[in-house]
Nanobody, 127 residues
Framework: QVQLVESGGGLVQSGGSLRLSCAASGFTSDNYAIGWFRQAPGKEREGVSCFSTVDGSTYYLDSVKGRFTIFRDKAKNTVYLQMNMLKPEDTAVYYC????????????????????WGQGTQVTVSS
């Protein structure tokens, strides 16, 4: 059974940086996709970024392009979301998730059908 554990959230001032980690375990092969989602109070959850080991596909929400970078440390089985130039509107609970094996990241959406989620980590950006 796949397990995902996020860490790295916190409080940061506008313009600052944070790196979120998603430690994964239980994958039966090295062919998977990890997506980052966020949900702010009173708002719907939205896909922020995605990375697939299957084909190297990536996805970024328009509002984070150029500021956020997703990457993987294969040896640690961990996917990171480096968040730079943070804005107050980035404040949310961030979750990582995975889809079925051999999934790719959709060009305009990211992770299509998450089947497992982490517990979430709070990111708060003060103005």
């Amino acid at each position: 059974q796949v397990q995902l554990v996020e860490s790295g959230g916190g409080l940061v001032q506008s313009g600052g940086s944070l790196r979120l980690s998603c430690a994964a375990s239980g994958f039966t092969s090295d062919n998977y996709a990890i997506g980052w989602f966020r949900q702010a109070p009173g708002k719907e959850r939205e896909g922020v970024s995605c990375f697939s080991t299957v084909d190297g596909s990536t996805y970024y929400l328009d509002s984070v392009k150029g500021r956020f970078t997703i990457f993987r440390d294969k040896a640690k089985n961990t996917v990171y979301l480096q968040m730079n130039m943070l804005k107050p509107e980035d404040t949310a609970v961030y979750y990582c998730a995975t889809d079925l094996p051999f999934s790719s990241c959709l060009k305009d959406y990211g992770l299509a059908s998450p089947v497992a989620w982490g517990q979430g980590t709070q990111v708060t950006v003060s103005s």
